[in-house]
């Protein structure tokens, strides 16, 4: 069969048609050098299309649908495909079905044929009937394009039929509407009996319909969606229609590219990660497929702990704090940088150091942001900015950090520069771009931006009233008027950065510029954090800006500008920036720690095969703020299964510069604490935001100059930090490593596992550690035995270990598993055996962390620990020693307590009880006794408790009575009376502060009665064996001791005196010695260098049998005085 109708119009190449009326023509204002012989309007390409679709949405009544380019374009494209099957068919079926056709219409219809041919002819004209060159009529006795004007007409009837009756080109009703053809001609009936023609007539080899129903599949098949009709098309008329229709899928994968990018819906704001569920770390890095290539570790690198400042933001808050100006990097207070080194960091990340770009500042200020500087993420050149003090300053304060041991971080943002960046002026080659605007909308009046001579710079001028948001700008060099369209950097998630522009990385120079960029910061910054680093991965800077031949490129308009094969983007990028970036920094730049931010499930891949040391995991927030705790310890097990080297290597936080605050977020209570305690304990490196501790609510721009609240610490979130976070911090050490690293699941009596209970346990150079978080309100309870599975090697079969192997224990009788909690500082006490046996029952509270920490066996020898662990039940003591101690001497503290109510009691009555007393005590101890016990005179206690206190009086007892038995201080340690006397004093509420005083008091008691206060405070500041009661402590290279404990030592000293020398010439005596003692402090200053110094003075009081025989006088005075002459 002959095919002559393999027309010329339909080679590779030919022009994009689209129905559209007279009527549309006028009111719309297509120009007549559009519209075909045929009478379609060319469509020739997406831009004709969105030219064409701006008018029509622009023009269109309210009740009318917008319509957008990309369905335009695509409907021009199934148009085109329309033609292509019917040409197919009369080449392939018969060539002569148009005549049959017309035949049967003629019979069917009549005159009415002919009259609803010349009516559609009239309401969708070519130029030539359009201008009144000729008439309809003429029209089909014309030859058109090869075909009888009348098969011609016939056909494009068809073609406008399908274009009303297609759903999903519903915004292109008012260009092709053929409503009012249908009313005044037999336009519905020819439709219809040529249905019924070629449902007759045999189809297309290989499909079974007729040619008519194979024109409505892809309608039928995908009603509302133009990209389904094409991949419809693509899909299964390809084989019916051969070669021809190979010619075709470049248009057609053009307009489903087209579509793609029209679906994007881009929000404005910073980019973000996806949501957290579809965290995933074997979707990017495969299940061993990727090679493993991780960055080796520096020594210091896992025991990072870095706080995040904005640096114009701190400067000013530091300032306000310190009460004079700060204004440059280097005069940052050394009291700041010891407090943030106090608290446990230990790297410093400064946000916006880099000099910014000045028409980013202009562009903010521009759209109302008055005291705006430039975002700190828009740079015009890597040098540190001038009014933060230069290199110079940096350099200065490196060196200052360093004595703090606290390393600088420094971002560096390799996407793209600010949109007046030193490159755009001198490399305009080295930026993705275009030689005309992407999009026909986009005008470019507003005000130049640049402030160089050479080039212009031009903000598209929608973003000033925030009506559109462009992704190019304009660039024109003043010199030779050459005009480029840059594209602003742009992650596909957001509006477009548009005070950015996005370099070009399939070119070569730009790669090996941003390279040697990298070195030039590394050598200032120990870390280095990367700026949106997924963006440059590969396969990113494919989709967004390379896009394969049929897909949307991630950047609106890159599907029609950037598309590429294959062969042509690996030719142009064969290798993955970041391996080279890691590779050239440890040959060049040593002991640097990168740390990218990447989301979109490259996680693994960033760290495990490009060799990024550190990557941020957003799920770490995400999931902890929604308490998706099951979600999130489904990937941590995950994570282990696969390579638990991924886990060391990730980036937590509860906040970062994009996001809300942690308070916003977690707020201030125990949600908080618990999610801190998860940051600070688990392998991956823990980064804190700015004003996180202090609890700070205002999140800082980019853009911010000085923070916009004037916000002071919330005292009682720092305290919580200092008991719960701190100390933890100070220990990252013993959190960091995964190589003994385990998750144990809680299971409840029910069986069911407490999905929002964490506990895991670690062992880091011997040191082993549990930790147990509940992030939920609700109290749970259970048992942890089994951990969860496990590789030690990435590919080798996972397995798991029981809990006593994750400790370190034996597990065997007589062996207890003792482990300390940080924050009450409680010691538990567990039979080693139950835990291998049966695993250790926890209990949490809602939104509760216990760490646990020294965690060891004992062997149990003589059955103490079993006796204790029996008496505890599962409780914890402040010191396993002392409540051993108290199950060893229970007997002799309840007689020393003993001892000492029948000292308090006083007087004759007392004697027989006191006597006793002393005896039991003698026995019960294994101590000698040198004296018998004076006994206090009658009354003394009352008086002495008046003058010094209940507690102090109890203590004096406690000193008066070993004194008097000459039991050294020895004694009083060895035998725990300490632990007897501070829980006496504690049932009995008084001041326990006391206790602390009575090794002193019996170590200088003696020496109180024959020397100067003076003297016996130098003594007793000297002495290394009681230093501890006196808050001895060292500051500002001194050695200093605090008035309270030496008051205390002092009051207990004195009352002691008076209970072995009673009088009240004695208590005066005594009260005058203790006053001197004070006297003796002040004047020291608290020091004790100047306490010793002290000078002699005289002596006071006496000896207590001195004073007594001063009180009687000599024999001369004793005669005198009873009238006696003395004897000679």
Same mark, same amino acid.
Request: proline residues 6%; negative net charge.
């Given at each position: 069969?002959?095919r ?10 030919a ?11 006028e +009111?719309?204002?297509v120009? !007549?050098?559009?519209?075909t ?11 004709a ?6 008018? $029509?949405?622009?023009?269109?009544y ?9 369905d335009?374009?695509?409907?021009a494209?199934l148009?085109e495909?329309?033609h292509?099957?019917?040409? &197919?068919y ?13 035949a ?18 009239? +309401?969708f004209? &070519? ?15 014309r030859?058109i394009?090869g075909?009888p004007?009348?098969?011609?007409a ?27 053809l249908a ?14 023609? *070629?449902r ?10 007729? @040619? ?6 892809p309608?039928?098949?995908?009603? =509302? ?8 098309a693509? $899909?299964?008329?390809a084989?019916l ?7 075709? #899928?470049r ?11 029209a ?10 990660? /996806? ?24 020594? *210091?690198?896992?025991q ?9 933001? *701190?400067?000013?808050?530091l ?10 990097l ?12 106090r ?5 410093? *990340? ?5 000099? +910014?770009?000045?028409?980013?500042r ?5 759209r109302?942001?008055a ?23 940096l ?10 041991g ?5 971002d ?8 007046? %960046? ?6 305009p =080659? ?10 026909p ?11 160089h ?5 031009v ?19 003043r ?19 548009n005070?950015?522009?996005? @370099? ?7 790669r090996?510029?941003?390279?040697g960029?990298i ?39 890159r ?9 042509a ?11 080279e970036? $890691? ?26 095969? @490009? ?9 770490f927030?995400?999931? @902890?703020?929604?308490?998706? &705790? ?16 991924v ?7 509860l ?10 977020q977690?707020g ?41 609240? !004037? ?5 009682n ?14 220990r990252?050490?013993q ?14 009596? =029910? ?6 209970v ?6 880091v150079r ?7 978080? &509940?992030n939920r ?6 048992r ?8 030690a ?5 996972? +397995? ?12 065997? %009788? ?15 006490l567990h039979?080693?055996k ?28 003589d059955?103490?620990?079993?006796r204790?662990?029996e ?7 402040l ?26 009691a006083?007087?004759?009555?007392a ?5 006793d007393?002393?005896?039991r005590?003698?026995?019960?101890? /294994? ?14 206690t ?12 109890r203590?004096?007892?406690?000193v008066h ?13 060895g035998l ?6 501070r ?7 008084l ?5 602390a005083?009575?090794?002193?008091a ?7 009665g ?14 290394p =064996? ?15 001791f ?9 009051d #207990? ?9 009673p ?16 006297e003796?402090?002040?004047a ?10 002290a000078?002699?003075?005289? $002596? ?14 000599t ?14």
């Amino acid at each position: 069969m002959s095919r002559r109708f393999h027309l010329p119009w339909r080679v590779p190449g030919a022009p994009r048609r689209f129905h559209v009326s007279r009527e549309a023509r006028e +009111r719309f204002e297509v120009p !007549d050098e559009l519209v075909t012989v045929r009478g379609d309007v060319l469509v020739a390409d997406h831009d004709a299309a969105l030219a064409l679709a701006q008018k $029509v949405t622009a023009a269109r009544y309210p009740s009318e649908p917008p319509l957008r380019g990309a369905d335009l374009y695509a409907g021009a494209v199934l148009e085109e495909i329309y033609h292509l099957v019917i040409a &197919n068919y009369l080449e392939r079926v018969d060539a002569d079905a148009f005549e049959s056709l017309e035949a049967v219409l003629s019979e069917r219809l009549g005159d009415r044929f002919a009259d609803t041919l010349t009516r559609f002819l009239a +309401r969708f004209p &070519n130029p030539e009937i359009a201008q009144g060159r000729y008439g309809p009529d003429e029209y089909l006795r014309r030859a058109i394009d090869g075909m009888p004007g009348r098969h011609v007409a016939i056909e494009e009837l068809w073609t406008c039929h399908l274009a009303n009756a297609n759903p999903a080109l519903r915004g292109a009703r008012a260009l092709v509407d053929d409503r009012v053809l249908a009313t005044e001609s037999a336009y519905d009936e020819l439709i219809e009996v040529s249905r019924s023609y *070629w449902r007759e007539r045999p189809g297309l080899p290989g499909h079974g319909g007729s @040619l008519f129903d194979l024109l409505l599949e892809p309608m039928r098949a995908a009603p =509302d969606d133009l990209e389904g009709q094409l991949r419809f098309a693509q $899909v299964r008329w390809a084989p019916l229609l051969g070669e021809p229709f190979a010619e075709l #899928v470049r248009q057609l994968l053009g307009a489903i590219a087209v579509l793609r990018e029209a679906k994007v819906s881009r929000a404005p704001g910073p980019p973000g990660p /996806p949501p957290p569920s579809s965290f995933g770390i074997r979707a990017r890095a495969g299940a061993g497929e990727a090679e493993v290539r991780f960055s080796p570790d520096a020594s *210091w690198m896992p025991q990072v702990v870095l706080l995040a400042k904005s640096t114009y933001v *701190w400067l000013g808050q530091l300032a306000r704090e310190y009460d004079r100006e700060i204004e440059r990097l280097d005069a940052i207070p050394e009291e700041a940088l010891a407090e943030l080194a106090r608290r446990g960091f230990n790297a410093l *990340w400064l946000i916006g150091l880099w000099e +910014r770009s000045s028409a980013s500042r202009t562009i903010k200020r521009l759209r109302g942001q008055a005291d705006a500087v430039a975002s700190a993420y828009a740079l015009r050149d890597y040098v540190i900015a001038d009014d933060l003090g230069g290199p110079e300053a940096l350099d200065r304060l490196r060196e200052r950090a360093a004595r703090h041991g606290i390393r600088l971080a420094s971002d560096m943002v390799p996407n793209h520069v600010g949109i007046d %960046a030193r490159w755009v002026i001198e490399h305009p =080659d080295w930026f993705v771009q275009v030689d005309r605007p992407p999009y026909p909308a986009y005008t470019f009046d507003g005000p130049d931006l640049s402030e160089h001579p050479d080039v212009a710079i031009v903000l598209e001028d929608h973003y000033y009233d925030d009506s559109d948001a462009a992704v190019v700008f304009k660039r024109i060099d003043r010199h030779t008027g050459d005009t480029t369209f840059i594209y602003h950097g742009n992650d596909g998630t957001t509006m477009p950065w548009n005070d950015t522009a996005q @370099l070009d990385y399939l070119r070569a120079e730009v790669r090996e510029a941003v390279i040697g960029t990298i070195l030039h910061v590394a050598r200032q910054f120990p870390i280095i954090r990367f700026d949106a680093a997924m963006t440059l991965a590969k396969e990113h800077v494919r989709r967004l800006w390379y896009p394969p031949e049929g897909e949307a490129g991630g950047i609106p308009s890159r599907a029609r500008y950037g598309a590429m094969s294959d062969d042509a983007f690996e030719a142009a990028m064969p290798h993955e920036f970041w391996r080279e970036v $890691v590779d050239r920094v440890a040959r060049e730049v040593p002991d640097t720690l990168l740390l990218a931010e990447a989301f979109w499930m490259m996680e693994g891949y960033f760290v495990r095969t @490009l060799g990024m040391h550190r990557v941020y995991n957003s799920a770490f927030m995400h999931m @902890l703020k929604g308490e998706s &705790n099951g979600e999130h310890r489904a990937l941590v097990k995950e994570v282990l299964a696969f390579d638990p080297q991924v886990l060391k290597r990730f980036v937590n936080f509860l906040n970062n510069p994009d996001e809300e605050t942690a308070r916003a977020q977690f707020g201030d209570g125990d949600k908080y604490f618990v999610a801190a305690t998860l940051l600070t304990t688990m392998p991956g490196l823990p980064m804190f935001g700015h004003g996180q501790v202090e609890g700070y609510s205002e999140k800082y721009g980019m853009e911010y100059r000085r923070a916009k609240v !004037d916000e002071t610490p919330d005292a009682n979130l720092l305290e919580r930090h200092e008991r719960e976070i701190f100390p933890l911090m100070h220990r990252r050490w013993q959190f960091a490593e995964v190589e003994r690293f385990r998750l144990f699941d809680v299971i409840g009596d =029910d069986g069911a596992v407490r999905e929002d209970v964490y506990a895991y346990t670690n062992v880091v150079r011997g040191a082993v550690s549990l930790v147990l978080v &509940n992030n939920r309100y609700e109290r749970s309870s259970g048992r942890i035995h089994v951990s969860a599975p496990f590789v030690a090697v990435a590919g080798e079969t996972p +397995r798991t270990e029981r809990l006593h192997e994750a400790l370190d224990l034996h597990g065997g %009788a007589r062996r207890f598993l003792v482990m300390r909690a940080l924050a009450s500082g409680l010691t538990y006490l567990h039979a080693s055996k139950s835990v291998a046996d049966h695993g250790l029952p926890v209990t949490c509270e809602g939104f509760a962390a216990r760490v646990y920490l020294d965690v060891h066996e004992l062997v149990d020898h003589d059955g103490a620990l079993a006796r204790l662990a029996e008496r505890l039940d599962g409780a914890g003591t402040l010191s396993l020693v002392d409540a051993l101690d108290d199950d060893r001497l229970g007997d002799v503290h309840e007689s020393f307590i003993a001892l000492v109510d029948a000292l308090e009691a006083g007087g004759p009555a007392a004697a027989r009880l006191q006597a006793d007393a002393f005896a039991r005590f003698a026995r019960a101890g /294994p101590v000698s006794v040198a004296q018998p016990l004076r006994a206090p005179a009658r009354g003394a206690t009352g008086r002495i408790a008046i003058t010094y206190g209940a507690g102090v009086m109890r203590a004096a007892l406690a000193v008066h009575a070993l004194t008097h038995a000459s039991w050294p201080l020895e004694t009083w340690r060895g035998l725990r009376l300490d632990r007897a006397l501070r829980h006496d004093l504690a049932r009995r509420e008084l001041d326990l502060a006391a206790v602390a005083a009575v090794p002193a008091a019996l170590a200088h008691l003696r020496s109180a009665g024959v020397i100067s206060a003076r003297r016996w405070l130098a003594s007793l500041v000297a002495d290394p =064996d009681v230093g501890d009661g006196l808050g001895r402590h060292e500051h500002g290279g001194e050695t200093w001791f605090r008035r309270e404990g030496v008051g205390a030592v002092a009051d #207990v000293t004195a009352a002691a005196l008076r209970f072995a020398a009673p009088g009240a010439g004695a208590a005066r005596r005594i009260t005058a010695w203790r006053n001197a003692v004070d006297e003796a402090m002040a004047a020291s200053g608290y020091l004790v260098r100047e306490a010793i110094a002290a000078p002699d003075e005289v $002596v006071e009081p006496r000896r207590p049998r001195a004073a007594a025989a001063a009180r009687k006088g000599t024999r001369r005075q004793r005669r005198r005085r009873a009238g006696r002459p003395p004897k000679r």
